[in-house]
């Protein structure tokens, strides 16, 4: 079976500050896939990025980065001078290679308040 | 450009009715998933659908029934609504092999609200 946990319920920080959202995962499978979703208020699910486990390149997207660290099973999506817009819940997930398909096991999520 | 479609947005059921979530996508996926979202647990999966006329079930499929007659559609079904069934619903599309590079398409939602 698939875990994963995002320690953080809730972060609040001040505008252009950096934050670092944690993902932790557990599975006993060698080939998975990672993602994070972003959810704003309005609702909606909206696809950040994947990286599969053969994959531990980080990569930065703008404002955004990830560090994804097999030794220590994490997945790390850092916010750099983060923005009003930012606030949303973010979503880390999993899924397998076995399943085919995207079977995702999500974490609990965090919500983050960007604060002007 | 519609992707996957959800309907209704919004719903309030009495305690024992039943209600029909329809789910639609025009990206011809293989794989249809139906999501629950419920706070501080992130989302979990109901049952999901790896091609017309399949259906099998997620991590949370009691109380819920689903069918996929056509590809592009998947509804999920709640029998005898129940409080404990207050949730958002999302479903979700993607294709069969993950490698080729794709992830899950979400909807917008539909939230449950039974009373």
């Known amino acids: 079976a698939q875990k994963v946990t995002q320690a953080q319920t809730e972060i609040s920080v001040v505008e252009k500050e950096d934050v670092t959202l944690d993902c932790v995962y557990e599975?006993?499978?060698?080939?998975?896939?990672l993602f994070w979703y972003k959810q704003p208020p309005s609702g909606e699910l909206v696809f950040l990025i994947r990286?599969?486990?053969?994959?531990?390149q980080n990569e930065i997207s703008g404002r955004y980065s990830w560090n994804f660290q097999k030794s220590t099973s994490s997945f790390n999506f850092t916010i750099t001078a983060s923005q009003v817009v930012d606030s949303a819940v973010y979503f880390c997930?999993?899924?397998?290679?076995?399943?085919?398909?995207?079977?995702?096991?999500f974490g609990e999520g965090t919500q983050l308040t960007v604060n002007p | 450009n519609a992707g996957v479609t959800q309907t209704p947005k919004f719903r309030v059921l009495k305690t024992g009715q039943s209600m029909t979530l329809l789910c639609a996508q025009d990206?011809?996926?293989?794989?249809m998933y139906w999501y629950r979202q419920d706070p501080g647990m992130g989302l979990r999966l109901i049952h999901y659908?790896?091609?017309?006329?399949?259906?099998a079930k997620g991590e949370v499929p009691d109380g819920y029934n689903v069918s996929r007659l056509k590809k592009q559609n998947f509804l999920l079904g709640l029998e005898s609504a129940a409080p404990s069934q207050t949730s958002v619903y999302f479903c979700?599309?993607?294709?069969?092999?993950?490698?080729?590079?794709?992830?899950?398409?979400f909807g917008q939602g539909t939230r449950l609200t039974v009373v």
């Open positions: 599975t006993r499978d060698t080939t998975y896939y």
């Open positions: 979700a599309s993607s294709f069969w092999l993950i490698r080729a590079g794709t992830e899950a398409f």
């Open positions: 990206m011809n996926h293989e794989y």
């Open positions: 990286r599969n486990s053969f994959d531990e």
């Open positions: 659908s790896v091609g017309e006329g399949t259906t």
């Open positions: 997930a999993l899924t397998v290679a076995e399943t085919s398909g995207s079977r995702l096991t």
